[in-house]
């Protein structure tokens, strides 16, 4: 069966410290992969999908970026952090149709 | 565009009660919806799903039919428990190339179950 892991669970990081999060997926091969973003009381924000290895789309421009080194391994990374980008950040994976999409356990961000 | 619209909560029932949360879409053609349920501090689970007109979703006790009519997704349980307390996403997948399954997310809503 197919697992998907997100670590840290919970960061503490000042304001303009550098910040990386992982996502790494097991028992499939070739996922589509993604980062989203929930704020406080609010929805989910996809920031990065990515269809293969070095493959990686921006849906918002922002501080952050994201990289796939390889095909199950999904990066999060900022040079400096901004108060703004507290938040929970989810990361998930989807493959064939009807492209369910499947989340890790999340990584909890409070930039301070 | 597409888009989804959620019920806004918070929404608080008691034990037993019967629950409706609303969701109706806007998208071209014929999307696939879904519901995905999240508990405190987790991530989202996927709770049911529907790829065509009139298909009915269900999983756990809670269902879901598919009207392209009403455009609509609303999900449904005749007796809901305090541990179903969470926040509920609607989503729908565009049905067309190149969408490379991306989710269409409403903005939550959130249930709380009293006993």
Redesign the interface.
């Known amino acids: 069966s197919q697992t998907i892991h997100q670590w840290p669970a919970t960061l503490v990081q000042p304001v303009g410290s550098p910040l990386s999060l992982e996502c790494t997926v097991e028992g499939t091969s070739n996922p589509n992969l993604y980062w989203y973003r929930q704020a406080a009381g609010r929805g989910l924000q996809l920031l990065f999908y990515s269809v293969g290895i070095g493959q990686i789309s921006s849906e918002v421009p922002q501080n952050l970026s994201a990289s796939r080194p390889q095909d199950r391994q999904f990066i999060l990374s900022s040079k400096k952090l901004l108060l703004s980008d507290s938040g929970f950040y989810l990361c998930a994976w989807s493959s064939g149709t009807p492209y369910e999409q499947y989340f890790g356990p999340g990584t909890r961000l409070t930039v301070t | 565009g597409n888009s989804v619209t959620q019920m806004e909560g918070p929404v608080t029932l008691s034990e037993e009660a019967f629950l409706t949360i609303n969701c109706t879409y806007t998208a071209t053609g014929y999307p696939?919806l879904?519901w995905?349920v999240q508990y405190p501090?987790?991530?989202?689970?996927?709770l049911l799903?529907a790829?065509k007109a009139d298909d009915k979703g269900s999983n756990k006790g809670f269902e879901a039919t598919y009207r392209k009519e009403t455009t609509s997704f609303h999900l449904e349980k005749g007796s809901v428990q305090v541990s179903d307390s969470a926040v509920y996403?609607c989503a729908l997948?565009p049905n067309y190339g190149g969408?490379?399954?991306?989710?269409i997310?409403?903005?939550?809503t959130k249930l709380s179950v009293k006993p």
């Not at chain 2, 501090?41 to 996927?46: D, F, M, P, S």
């Not at chain 2, 969408?99 to 989710?103: D, E, I, M, R």
């Open positions: 696939s879904f995905y501090g987790e991530g989202l689970q996927l799903k790829t996403f997948l969408s490379q399954g991306n989710l997310f409403g903005k939550g």
